[in-house]
T-cell receptor, first 115, second 118 residues
Framework: KAGVTQTPRYLIKTRGQQVTLSCSPI?????VSWYQQTPGQGLQFLFEYFSETQRNKGNFPGRFSGRQFSNSRSEMNVSTLELGDSALYLC??????????????FGDGTRLSIL | QQQVKQSPQSLIVQKGGISIINCAYENTAFDYFPWYQQFPGKGPALLIA?????SEKKEGRFTISFNKSAKQFSLHIMDSQPGDSATYFCAASKVGYAGGTSYGKLTFGQGTILTVHP
């Protein structure tokens, strides 16, 4: 069974631009969560989608948005990029969610660098 | 406000030794506590998880100990091996239920870099 696939693996952007990251979950998984990982702040939850609906949201500004398609694939968009947005963005999928007995499977992330 | 505090930041043990990583949480509503292992260039991978209704869970060389009254939980790696060298994260979430499914957002600790010397 293929794992969680994130594309692209690496991305370089400049301040003010916008970016879209993609995540294909494990086949059959309906929940997709996004996390930001930085050396200073660690792993922080961005949002979770289930059946095309955002079900949970972290404490990030509105510049960070996402969506989920009918095939459970998800995209994350960051507008008006700032230097502080440089991070590893991780996508995780699970059958139903990050709860009881529902392990989340992480992809290897997209490394976003802002110049 | 950091809700899950993890220690130590780094840990060096000899092959065959016991590695112990500790976490403390503040939110008493948390009811799911997983541990993740991350290798360089890879995403985190679930190692083991526990619910607060048990005080200990063991899977192979990995054991979680949970102290609900102290709001603390720890990961013990027995017979540590060089292949265990990685970054370990504890996490916690409050499980919600909707539409017949469970959900929750993970709050992670800051991570522990474990190095096991041969």
């Amino acid at each position: 069974k293929a794992g969680v696939t994130q594309t692209p693996r690496y991305l370089i952007k400049t301040r003010g631009q916008q970016v879209t990251l993609s995540c294909s979950p494990i086949s059959g998984h309906r929940s997709v969560s996004w996390y930001q990982q930085t050396p200073g702040q660690g792993l922080q939850f961005l949002f979770e989608y289930f059946s095309e609906t955002q079900r949970n949201k972290g404490n990030f500004p509105g510049r960070f948005s996402g969506r989920q398609f009918s095939n459970s694939r998800s995209e994350m968009n960051v507008s008006t990029l700032e230097l502080g947005d440089s991070a590893l963005y991780l996508c995780a999928s699970s059958l139903a969610g990050a709860g009881d007995g529902q392990p989340q499977h992480f992809g290897d992330g997209t490394r976003l660098s802002i110049l | 406000q950091q809700q899950v505090k993890q220690s130590p930041q780094s840990l060096i043990v000899q092959k065959g030794g016991i590695s112990i990583i500790n976490c403390a949480y503040e939110n008493t509503a948390f009811d799911y506590f997983p541990w993740y292992q991350q290798f360089p260039g890879k995403g985190p991978a679930l190692l083991i998880a526990i619910r607060p209704d048990v005080s200990e869970k063991k899977e192979g060389r990995f054991t979680i100990s949970f102290n609900k009254s102290a709001k603390q939980f720890s990961l013990h790696i027995m017979d540590s091996q060089p292949g265990d060298s990685a970054t370990y994260f504890c996490a916690a979430s409050k499980v919600g239920y909707a539409g017949g499914t469970s959900y929750g957002k993970l709050t992670f600790g800051q991570g522990t870099i474990l190095t096991v010397h041969p």
